[in-house]
């Protein structure tokens, strides 16, 4: 992406609203998580399947290391949803959600032969609702809507001045 | 557009040549865009809890469950102090390995196994006991040797100091309880020894951990329920599922009433393996499992029962023969007869019904493998059935029937009112209760109480999915029903599956059985404290 391209006003509103929107969705979710009683990421890990299952038994046998995840999970969520709505850091936000968004969703794709006993939101087929909010992640990081409604612009036009 | 004129700007910012800008109120609004988003869906949050917990905390305050919280039964400083009880193990199979686990004493091979997959520090964590295991009694080599290495293992902290007390193999019960240096047995036998075992422990003085069912015969409970009351030891029988925390909360929703009146109370059995079904002589290639003449004292196996030729079979899968059982019923139905005995208090039954027949596993058993019993209770106007499946492993639960509600207790607690409750109808009309999904739940481990929310929660509460054993952590419950009984020698109390329990167990199994044999209903005559 060429910094010096401009675009239209309709497009960097729609990707505005994205990031908002899938900010506020990063958000409640840990919001959520932080006041369920007893929540733990041990359900949605001992259901995991393919490539990552390995890894998900090996947090989950360890009681530390799972209260350790259930705490990242929570406030890495928060953060994430903050950072996108503000438009802080959201750049970052938007590829270090990407990856969490991805490690979900290769925890439990929905791939052929892959039973879960949780029920699913809808029906899918090797793509899922996680997958495109990974992907729509990934499009928020590489065009400029943190340049626009929100505070780094802000602090980019303050540098700006100061130049 | 303004729009686009700011973007221009920004987007400017962005490139090496920057151009010069006003710091224009318009973009410093719009750099805050992200607040209102923020505080509107704070708004929500406060919102969507609000009506969630009102809903929750109805529910919860008009049924009263406002304070049912129980804590997690943990540490008792009381098992610590003194001398280590001296404990004997009788009978060292597949069962004597998870009591030997409870009290603290575990095989270096699962060690070394717990160690790869990271559950050891769960049974590290266990209570010590401050007890020794200082013999063991097993008539066949390879087992009684198996439970030396075990009582050998100090790798328990506190077993430590118990390991250092000499470890000796007894040939013979009788040999055990002679020994004046054992405080205590665990009777882990196959269920024929169980009473002859526990009469001549408490004779010996000596205190009686014995695994159900308690007694073979009506002969045998009676004599075994005399001698231990007239003696001075305590005697707990092994139904360590009570010792969960969902069942002295299930315990609590009883004593209030949430239920209504109970006239029902289902108990099942639903398995569909050979394992299930008792065919267990057989390793995992289909080859006879070890043990000869040679290494097992098959004479004294046998005991008081009619003599048959040595059987591998025999030895291992005992329980398929009325010669030394009382088939699903004191191996299965025992437990779920102290589960509902240990709630409602139901005691022996007036009458009992049992049918069934050998359908599936037509080998060379004399157990059913598909079993009713019907027990009736018309004083307490009740009835509680056992449904039993060996061919089938559909689920169903243990579920307790009431008018207002119906409870099924497992490993977690799922209540749901009643269509046609009266005391509840008032909420249902109203749409506060939802009849087709649990009106309360409580999760293992979390020992709160929830009304029911969102969806995920239902769904998680329906299939007893609720696997958040996080906090508290995992423990034993044949740990805690241990705990109870040494706490108890200890201290004088009464542990709670004691020989009152007992003997209403054994005679509610004898009647069953006695049923299914003669083909007839029995009944108990109170006055004449006989099956009839």
């Known amino acids: 992406m060429k910094d010096n391209k401009l675009y239209s006003s309709l497009q960097i509103t729609t990707l505005v609203i994205l990031r908002l929107l899938v900010g506020w969705h990063l958000l409640y979710e840990g919001i959520s998580k932080l006041i369920t009683p007893d929540w733990s990421s041990f359900g949605f890990l001992s259901e995991s399947k393919w490539i990552l299952s390995g890894f998900a038994n090996w947090i989950i046998s360890n009681p530390g290391v799972l209260n350790a995840v259930d705490f990242l999970n929570t406030w890495g969520l928060i953060a994430l949803g903050v950072a996108l709505i503000l438009g802080i850091f959201s750049r970052f936000a938007a590829f270090a959600g990407a990856l969490l968004l991805l490690m979900y969703f290769l925890n439990n794709p929905p791939l052929i032969g892959l039973e879960y006993s949780m029920p699913t939101e809808g029906n899918n087929l090797v793509v899922n609702k996680t997958l495109i909010e990974a992907m729509a992640l990934f499009v928020l990081a590489v065009f400029p809507a943190h340049r626009v409604f929100g505070l780094e612009s802000l602090f980019s036009n303050t540098n700006l001045k100061k130049k | ?532």
């Open chain 2, 1 to 532: 557009m303004a729009i686009s004129k700011d973007n221009k700007k920004s987007s400017a910012a962005n490139t090496d040549q920057p151009k010069k800008s006003n710091q224009s109120r318009r973009s410093v609004l719009k750099a805050l865009a992200g607040i209102p988003v923020l505080g509107i869906l704070g708004w929500e949050v406060v919102k969507s809890n609000a009506a969630a917990n009102t809903r929750k905390n109805r529910v919860i305050r008009e049924l009263g469950l406002e304070n049912l919280e129980i804590p997690l039964p943990l540490s008792n400083p009381v098992a610590n102090t003194g001398d280590p009880l001296r404990v004997g193990i009788i009978g060292f199979g597949s069962r004597a390995n998870d009591l030997a686990k409870g009290l603290g004493f575990m095989h270096p091979d699962e060690v070394e196994a717990r160690k790869q997959d990271n559950t050891l520090e769960d049974w590290l964590q266990q209570d010590n006991l401050n007890v020794a295991v200082v013999g063991i009694c097993d008539v066949f080599d390879l087992h009684a040797e198996r439970g030396l290495v075990i009582a050998r293992n100090d790798v328990r902290q506190g077993g430590e100091k118990a390991g250092k007390l000499p470890v000796k193999r007894y040939m013979s019960y009788q040999e055990m309880l002679a020994d004046k240096d054992i405080d205590a047995v665990v009777i882990a036998t196959p269920d024929h020894h169980h009473a002859p075992i526990s009469i001549a422990a408490a004779r010996a003085g000596k205190h009686v951990y014995c695994e159900k069912s308690p007694a073979l015969s009506e002969k045998e409970l009676n004599e075994l329920y005399t001698t231990v009351k007239d003696s001075k030891i305590v005697y707990q029988l092994g139904h360590q599922i009570t010792q969960n925390v969902v069942f002295q909360q299930a315990k609590e929703i009883v004593k209030r009433d949430i239920l209504g009146k109970i006239t029902l109370v289902e108990t099942t059995t639903n398995r569909n393996t050979a394992e299930g079904a008792w065919i267990r002589h057989l390793d995992a290639n289909g080859n006879p499992k070890p043990g000869d003449e040679k290494s097992i004292d098959w004479k004294q196996w046998l005991g008081s029962r009619p003599y048959v030729p040595f059987s591998i079979d025999r030895y291992y899968s005992w329980t398929k023969w009325f010669d030394y059982d009382m088939g699903m019923i004191g191996q299965l139905f025992t437990h779920e007869f102290d589960a509902v005995n240990q709630l409602l208090r139901i005691g022996i039954p007036k009458a009992v019904v049992s049918s069934g027949g050998i359908y599936y596993w037509k080998d060379n058993r004399d157990m059913p493998d598909i079993l009713h019993c019907v027990f009736e209770y018309p004083e307490r106007e009740l009835t509680l059935i056992y449904s039993a499946s060996l061919a089938s492993s559909r689920d169903r639960g243990r579920v307790f029937m009431g008018h207002d509600a119906s409870m099924e207790l497992g490993e977690s607690i799922s209540i749901n009112a009643d269509y046609n409750s009266t005391r509840y109808k008032k909420q249902i009309d109203e749409g506060i209760i939802d009849t087709s999904v649990p009106m309360i739940a409580i999760q293992p481990g979390s020992g709160k109480v929830d009304a029911v929310t969102t969806a995920t929660q239902k769904y998680y509460a329906s299939r007893g999915l609720t696997t958040t054993n996080i906090n508290g952590r995992q423990v034993d419950v044949t740990h805690l029903h241990l705990k109870q009984w040494i706490d108890c020698i200890r201290t004088g109390g009464t542990p709670t599956a004691n020989i009152e329990r007992a003997f209403e167990e054994g005679i509610a199994c004898l009647m069953a059985h006695t049923s299914y044999v003669e083909k007839r209903r029995v009944e108990w005559d109170p006055v004449k404290k006989k099956i009839v």
